[in-house]
């Protein structure tokens, strides 16, 4: 009798092993992520909006799962970049930018690559150093699921992502023009002082 008791309690229990799921990796290895990005700018001629296509294009050769992993990572680096320190570049370089500017700005920021990206992150003044056109940064972020829907004639799964914050990191700024000065100095040299 305890060897049929012994032998239910196992086979429950692998039973039970077997239909628990793992917990799934849902996002892309970061180095291919970068790859893709590189590959999309270096094909643009440095044009985002021939950056954008041509990043929907790799995105297309790829697995849908993998489609769906590169988005959920897209998303996380745009929240890592969900600074008040970025927010303030973007509306220095804009001349203004609201949440949906700033959404698109963070997208932008991703297609520069890894370097200018985590460089802006530690430091925004960084931005200095590279070509901007103000105002031109929507597209990247839906790339992916332009993709997914272009192959599969579906919508794309959404990942909840649980990390994501509702406010932009670090010390809010005031909207005036010498606490801009003082918060992005080299910033500000260039582009506030030309929309004075």
């Known amino acids: 009798m305890n060897k049929y008791l012994f032998a239910i309690i196992l086979l429950f229990t692998v039973l039970g092993s077997c239909n628990t799921p793992s917990t799934p990796n849902i996002t892309m290895d970061e180095n ?3 790859r893709l990005i590189d590959m999309s700018r270096n094909q643009s001629e440095n044009k985002y909006e021939v950056q954008c296509e041509k990043l929907e294009l790799l995105l297309e050769s790829e ?37 949906d500017c700033f959404t698109d700005f963070r997208s932008w920021l991703i297609g520069q690559g890894q370097k200018v990206y985590k460089d802006a992150i530690n430091n925004p003044d960084t931005l200095t150093q590279i070509n901007i056109e103000p105002d031109n940064w929507e597209g990247l972020q839906y790339c992916a699921l332009k993709a997914y829907q272009h192959n599969f004639h579906k919508k794309m799964p959404i990942i909840k992502i649980d990390t994501l914050i509702d406010e932009p990191a670090g010390k809010k700024w005031e909207d005036d023009e010498e606490s801009l000065k003082r918060l992005l100095p080299k910033l500000y040299a260039k582009w506030g002082e030309q929309k004075e």
Not at 64 to 86: C, G, H, M, N
Request: charged share 30%.
């Open 32 to 34: 291919k992520f970068w």
């Open 63 to 99: 697995k849908p799962d993998d489609i769906v992993k590169f988005d959920s990572l897209f998303k996380t680096l745009q929240d890592r970049a969900y600074t008040w320190e970025l927010w303030a570049a973007a509306y220095i370089i804009n001349g203004g930018c609201a949440d």
